[in-house]
């Protein structure tokens, strides 16, 4: 199980996933764009979310304390990468 967290217009939300394996950045673009334009995200549902909506954004990956994996989507921001 991992969690998926979200941060676009100024909201941020997580969204629990299964994943079978590791998912390259460009598969957690995608899979954000699908479950956002869905409503599957808590708070983030835009139906015609375009297709390069997060191709800019930052991917970050974590091990929570517990040792699962959260993976972060975030915008770059001015004082870092």
């Not at 676009?8 to 939300?13: E, V």
């Not at 997580?14 to 394996?21: C, F, K, N, W, Y």
């Not at 390069?52 to 091990?63: I, W």
């Amino acid at each position: 199980m991992a969690t998926l967290n979200i941060t676009f217009n100024g909201l941020s939300s997580d969204l629990p996933l299964e994943l079978d394996g590791h998912v390259t950045d460009v598969d957690v673009r995608r899979i954000a764009v699908e479950v956002v334009r869905a409503g599957g995200v808590p708070g983030l549902h835009i139906a015609h979310l375009p297709e390069d909506t997060f191709n800019h954004y930052v991917v970050d990956r974590f091990r929570g304390p517990r040792g699962e994996e959260r993976i972060y989507l975030r915008p770059k921001v001015p004082f870092g990468a």
